[in-house]
């Protein structure tokens, strides 16, 4: 089972960076995959999650309206669209995976995003 | 909002056995999850469901609920246990995950 996340690097407060996992070494469509951050020193947050077939999909208040979350199945891939980036929105962000319910099992090593001024 | 509250720290001599809370109210009706953090590596699953252990998980690591408090407790502490603990929640009124604040597990 392997989670790379890719995508992230330095930009400037307001714009936009899209983050994307690629997933193998198992049945993407069997899982349930979400996004969590991790601010320099602080603890884990989770973003948003999203199932094989769209038909759950949850994305954190404090980030609604700003981030999108979607996957394609076909490239094994989870996408976050990040919109309007703040400084705040400067962490490691990882992608996890999940059954429908579940803990996440899997993590990948993060890609960092870091948001200047 | 869904809090859950961690203290942030907790240190342990070696083969001693650190008990790291997690408390909400009410949360022995939740099912609650633990993770462990070690310095520069990305979370791992320690416990599911309250008190299950992933595979390849020790045995030194056992899960409980009980009132407002859940705890994650890690039998005969190695130095190899230290790292940030997390505890996690689904939170069914805003449908999301919820994470603790995590607690730092320092082996003495």
């Known amino acids: 089972v392997q989670l790379v996340e890719s995508g992230g690097g330095v930009v400037q407060a307001g714009r936009s960076l899209r983050l994307s996992c690629s997933a193998s070494g198992f049945t993407f469509n069997d899982y349930v995959l979400h996004w969590v951050r991790q601010a320099p020193g602080k603890g884990l947050e989770w973003l948003a999650l999203l199932s094989y077939d769209e038909s759950r999909k949850s994305v954190r208040d404090s980030v609604i309206g700003r981030f999108t979350i979607s996957r394609n199945n076909l490239k094994n891939t989870l996408y976050l669209q990040m919109n309007s980036l703040e400084v705040d929105d400067t962490a490691l962000y990882y992608c996890?995976?999940?059954?429908?319910?579940?803990?996440?099992?899997?993590w990948g090593q993060g890609t960092l995003v870091t948001v200047s001024s | 909002s869904y809090v859950l509250t961690q203290a942030p720290s907790v240190s342990v001599a070696p083969g001693e056995t650190a008990s790291i809370t997690c408390v909400r109210n009410?949360?022995?009706?939740?099912?609650v999850h633990w993770y462990q953090q070690q310095p520069g590596q990305a979370p791992v699953l320690v416990i599911s469901?309250?008190?299950d252990r992933p595979s390849g998980i020790p045995a030194r690591f056992s899960g409980s609920s009980s009132g407002n408090t859940a705890t994650l407790t890690i039998s005969r502490v190695e130095a190899g246990d230290e790292a940030d603990y997390y505890c996690q929640v689904w939170d069914f009124n805003r449908d999301y995950w919820v994470f603790g604040g995590g607690t730092k597990l320092t082996v003495l």
């Open positions: 996890a995976r999940g059954r429908e319910g579940a803990p996440f099992d899997n």
């Open positions: 469901y309250n008190n």
């Open positions: 009410n949360i022995e009706s939740e099912i």
